[in-house]
């Protein structure tokens, strides 16, 4: 699985001044547009609740490094605005009739943002790099499927499979990294995790640790130059700071929060100044039990508490109605997702019954149950700055205490809640989200092999049943069969709940009116991003 099919969910981000966007490159002399019209110059100031960890894509597994990264780098592929796979660094690529061979047929003239030229032997580093076992990443998997991959010439990857594997075409848009710079180094060590050189839209130029990292479009972009000459990401951990930043005029983009959609931005001021988006998000809100954790090895247990949390209290109280419930890790109106799926329901006496199986018949003089000496008592951990995430934690600690379940809640920041917690198992139980791709392969997050520490089934979850569904999912071209792999997965875990799936929250982006070019498709807002424009007479920066 590559870094753009699985995210941590979370973006973060604080503190940038006005004027240290004025204090950068003057804006480039182009010819005169006129009012409305595209033209080049003027920043976008995003908002973001979680700091990058590090900008060499295949280290990273948050959604707030994935991000920047997605503007420095390319992979050979991408999806378009209505989520057909098509070419990025590749022209073009064939795939032949049995479906084991692609053949890439890269673009003449790009080059990386110091100037050395991308070839073929990029693509081969790439690759090397990431199926070796001393690189700590969690996206390997989908390269080792790989029997032979060579470059015919400068130009020409060709790569070949042992065997059908569905995800081959789309695991290569995972970012192609440059050779000349990393080449026969550890890649752990490299400066490039704090000043990154791509090929993609926009270059690199600062990194202020905890407030702000600042991209400069690539007029030599192979797409065409960026409009938009900067583009700035501030770290402000708290999306109330993070909305009276917007409505100041320092901020551009964030997404909003359901009470912030639906209460505060109505007001004629704010929609001449904002235009809001809404549509259905690719991920879901998920609570992740640690099974290693004594409490939580026993499935009735986690059946319970799946049974004592009301999900529609959430989605109305939480989300505002603006979001669905989960009930398995593929979202809604994806081919692969089973709408037969038997979601366990709200049912608090069902819940108490199902503790009495599992022998948690006693409570305390406080009311919380006890078994063997020891009370129910556990704690949600979840990041700083996700008000949404918060309120679920707290609607949840109160529905558990009904049956007699003590839940505390930590809120944590985000590099460290990854880092010291997550990485390291150390946690009893997450409230996290994960943002999904369109093909349904979940290897890296389900299968018993990806259980080590920094890799992404970190909960520890393994069936021996799951394991084999998850290869032959993989493993045939045939969509039906697939479709039947995949049903049945969700089936499984439905019946397991390594997870409690809460929801799947609608998307709510905002963006400052002067920027024009804006236009929404199934692939969300930002797949058109270097055709974003601000016409000079509204041009700030």
């Known amino acids: 699985m590559i870094a753009a099919r699985w995210l941590m969910l979370l973006v973060v981000i604080q503190a940038l001044t006005v004027s240290a966007c004025n204090q950068s490159t003057p804006i480039p002399k182009v010819s005169e547009a006129k009012d409305g019209k595209p033209a080049y110059g003027d920043a976008i100031i995003e908002g973001t609740i979680g700091e990058a960890s590090t900008l060499i894509p295949i280290l990273a597994s948050d959604a707030s490094s994935l991000s920047v990264a997605g503007q420095i780098y390319n992979g050979l592929v991408k999806y378009d605005k209505d989520l057909n796979i098509v070419g990025d660094l590749a022209q073009s690529y064939d795939i032949s009739p049995d479906g084991l061979t692609i053949t890439f047929h890269l673009r003449h003239g790009v080059k990386w943002h110091d ?3 991308f070839t073929a032997r990029d693509v081969l580093y790439t690759y090397r790099v990431t199926i070796d076992p001393k690189t700590p990443t969690a996206y390997a998997e989908d390269f080792k499927q790989v029997r032979n991959i060579t470059a015919p010439d400068e130009y020409t990857v060709r790569v070949t499979y042992g065997a059908p594997f569905a995800p081959a075409l789309a695991s290569w848009g995972s970012s192609i990294l440059p050779s000349h710079l990393l080449e026969g180094k550890d890649i752990t060590k490299s400066p490039l995790s704090r000043h990154p050189v791509g090929t993609g839209p926009y270059r690199f130029k600062e990194w202020i640790a ?16 960026p409009y938009i000459d900067r583009y700035i990401y501030r770290i402000i951990p708290d999306t ?48 992740g039990y640690n099974l290693r954790h004594p409490l939580f090895r026993d499935k009735r247990v986690r059946q319970a508490l799946t049974a004592a949390i009301d ?24 081919w692969a997702y089973n709408p037969h799926i038997k979601d366990i329901p709200y049912d608090p006496g069902h819940a108490a019954e199902l503790l009495a199986q599992a022998g948690w018949t006693q409570k305390n003089a406080d009311g919380i149950l006890v078994k063997d000496g020891k ?5 949600i951990l979840t990041n700083q700055g996700n008000q949404q995430r918060l309120l679920t934690a707290q609607i949840v600690q109160q529905r558990l205490s009904h ?8 809120v944590v920041e985000w590099a460290t809640f990854l880092k010291e917690f997550v990485d390291k198992g150390n946690f009893e139980v997450v409230l996290l989200g994960w943002n999904t791709s369109q093909d349904p392969d979940m290897y890296d997050v389900w299968h018993s092999s990806k259980t080590n520490p920094g890799e992404l089934n970190f909960i520890g979850f393994k069936n021996p049943e799951v394991d084999r569904l998850l ?14 792999a995949y049903y049945r997965i969700q089936d499984i875990l439905a019946d397991e709940q390594p997870y409690t799936f809460l929801y799947v929250p609608d998307a709510l982006p905002v963006v400052s009116s002067r920027i024009h070019g804006i236009k929404p498709a199934p692939a969300g807002i930002g797949y058109n991003q270097i055709l974003w424009y601000v016409p000079k007479t509204e041009q700030v920066y």
């Open 115 to 117: 100037g050395a030229p």
């Open 210 to 225: 905890g407030q702000k990292i600042v991209l400069e479009s690539n007029h030599d972009y192979f797409e065409g130059r």
């Open 240 to 287: 109330s700071t993070m909305y009276m930043e917007l409505k100041a005029g320092t901020v551009d983009l964030m997404n909003l929060t359901p009470v912030q959609y639906v209460r505060q931005t109505t007001g004629a001021d704010f929609t001449a100044r904002f235009n809001k988006y809404r549509y259905p998000s690719s991920g879901y809100v998920y609570m």
């Open 311 to 334: 999900k529609d209290e959430i989605i109305h109280g939480v989300l505002f109605g603006m979001g669905q419930k989960a009930m398995g890790p593929i979202v809604p109106g994806r």
């Open 375 to 379: 009370p129910f008592s556990f704690t």
């Open 403 to 410: 049956v007699g379940i003590d839940v505390k809640i930590r």
């Open 471 to 484: 290869v032959e999912g993989r493993s045939t071209f045939d969509i039906e069969k697939r479709k039947k």
